[in-house]
């Protein structure tokens, strides 16, 4: 039997579709809280980042959710009821969010946002694992083509994400400056609703997955606690989460740079934002037809270089190198501040194959979950210790003077990783035969 995610038009291509797209769309309302945060409530570099990072606490408990939807069915289903639960989580805090009024506390609307990561963290790992099992899911065609079907549907699902993006930051950038921030969130509250009501009408036997009687979680534990014992997994694992955590980010500084130093209009950056999420579509194409047969640990530690290389870029850009040589300050953030955001993700897409490929059958959620708390760890690490390279170079909402040494030091964090790189297999389907 073929599975379904080979077919066109198909119910887990649609349910998945729409899940990745609403989760690329929500730099929508996420570029609204930028300025609402900072034109509205008055913080400070600092403290913007602070809060965008703390933010994110609730994807650090994915492996918890993925147990969770590994393990306990509801009326016969484990997927798509938690990918419900997580629009209407979203929906709730977005809409309260809408109709608070503008004087709003920072502790009160971070209790929202909060609310909000669960609800996103709840159903991306839902629709992470249904990826993850379809890759797993028997056909009567070879391990060959099975590997490309699970490289196509990754590569679909990362498309569906990055249009999301795209249309997210584009739409943002324009109505930032036409509606209230309040508009935005109700916008967005309404899409996810709207995503709720469609997810409870799907019926998870429509997608075929393979079926798999509840294990309980004690046991769903135990199995995540053996597939991560596996070294392939283990140091996979390890070496990609501290490629993030070992970079200090500069979101927060860099925002404050381009909107207070340089004057840049809230637009250049929503087109910054697109071209950015363009990137993405592009690479995920790129990486369907061309990459796939590129060994992993090439391919990504390539990715990280290209990193450091527009980091130094972001620092000649600082000391005004490209504006010596007439390239306007607009246009430098809308190409290549706007790549370099993104680029950060680029390593995702080849990876989370590779970890499908070396997962055991049986713990797909528990596992992809578990990467992908680890990333969200490592990016708030990432974050606080942008902070506090932020604090050291002495760099505030006025004086950048420190952001050209901040730029450099962040660059040779990004080279780090590569020389540990051996941590990454080459082959994650022979090393799946080698541990069968």
């Known amino acids: 039997m073929v599975s379904s995610d080979t077919n066109g038009g198909n119910p887990i291509r649609n349910l998945l579709g729409l899940g990745f797209w609403v989760q690329g769309f929500r730099c929508f309302p996420w570029l609204a809280v930028n300025f609402f945060l900072k034109d509205g409530l008055n913080?400070?570099?600092?403290?913007?980042?602070?809060?965008?990072?703390?933010?994110?606490?609730?994807?650090?408990?994915?492996?918890?959710?993925?147990?969770?939807?590994?393990?306990?069915?509801?009326?016969?289903?484990?997927?798509?009821?938690?990918?419900?639960?997580?629009?209407?989580?979203?929906?709730?805090?977005?809409?309260?969010?809408?109709?608070?009024?503008?004087?709003?506390?920072?502790?009160?609307?971070?209790?929202?946002?909060?609310?909000?990561?669960?609800?996103?963290?709840?159903?991306?790992?839902?629709?992470?694992?249904?990826?993850?099992?379809?890759?797993?899911?028997p056909a009567s065609s070879t391990k060959k083509s099975q590997s490309s079907s699970s490289g196509n549907l990754q590569s679909f699902v990362w498309i569906a994400s990055s249009i999301g993006g795209v249309l997210g930051n584009l739409l943002g950038g324009i109505a930032i400056g036409r509606f209230s921030a309040q508009a935005m969130f109700l916008a967005f509250g309404l899409l996810t609703a709207l995503q709720f009501f469609i997810t409870i009408s799907v019926r998870e036997s429509s997608l075929r997955l393979p079926k798999s009687p509840s294990a309980g979680i004690k046991k769903q534990l135990l199995e995540l606690s053996v597939a991560l014992r596996k070294p392939e997994i283990a140091y996979s694992i390890s070496w990609f989460a501290a490629s993030y955590a070992i970079i200090p980010a500069l979101t927060g500084t860099m925002f404050f740079y381009q909107t207070q130093h340089l004057k840049l209009d809230s637009s250049v950056l929503g087109i910054s934002k697109v071209f950015g999420q363009a990137a993405m579509l592009l690479w995920g194409v790129i990486y369907?037809?061309?990459?796939?047969?590129?060994?992993?640990?090439?391919?990504?530690?390539?990715?990280?270089?290209?990193?450091?290389?527009?980091?130094?870029?972001?620092?000649?850009?600082?000391?005004?190198?490209?504006?010596?040589?007439g390239i306007p300050d607009s246009l430098y953030v809308v190409f290549f501040s706007g790549v370099l955001e993104v680029m950060f993700f680029f390593k995702i897409l080849p990876f989370n194959i590779l970890i499908a490929q070396l997962c055991?059958?049986?713990?797909?959620?528990?596992?992809?979950?578990?990467?992908?708390?680890?990333?969200?760890?490592?990016?708030?690490?990432?974050?606080?210790?942008?902070?506090?390279?932020?604090?050291?170079?002495?760099?505030?909402?006025?004086?950048?003077?420190?952001?050209?040494?901040?730029?450099?030091?962040?660059?040779?964090?990004?080279?780090?990783?590569?020389?540990?790189?051996?941590?990454?297999?080459?082959?994650?389907?022979?090393?799946?035969?080698?541990?069968?």
């Open 43 to 137: 913080v400070d570099p600092s403290t913007l980042q602070i809060l965008q990072n703390s933010a994110n606490l609730p994807m650090v408990g994915k492996p918890f959710y993925g147990v969770i939807s590994d393990a306990v069915y509801i009326s016969g289903q484990h997927r798509v009821p938690y990918i419900a639960l997580g629009a209407l989580l979203q929906a709730l805090s977005w809409l309260v969010v809408a109709n608070s009024p503008s004087s709003i506390s920072i502790f009160t609307i971070s209790i929202f946002l909060l609310l909000s990561n669960l609800g996103a963290s709840i159903a991306e790992v839902a629709n992470d694992a249904i990826v993850a099992e379809t890759s797993k899911q």
């Open 360 to 436: 055991p059958p049986g713990c797909e959620g528990s596992v992809m979950a578990f990467l992908m708390s680890a990333v969200a760890l490592a990016f708030i690490v990432s974050g606080y210790l942008g902070v506090l390279l932020a604090s050291y170079v002495k760099i505030t909402g006025n004086d950048f003077s420190g952001l050209p040494l901040a730029l450099l030091i962040q660059a040779s964090c990004t080279l780090l990783p590569i020389y540990w790189s051996s941590c990454i297999p080459e082959d994650g389907k022979s090393k799946a035969k080698k541990t069968d």
């Open 288 to 325: 369907n037809q061309s990459l796939k047969s590129v060994p992993p640990r090439k391919l990504i530690s390539a990715i990280q270089v290209t990193m450091a290389v527009f980091m130094f870029s972001d620092f000649l850009f600082v000391r005004g190198f490209y504006q010596q040589m």
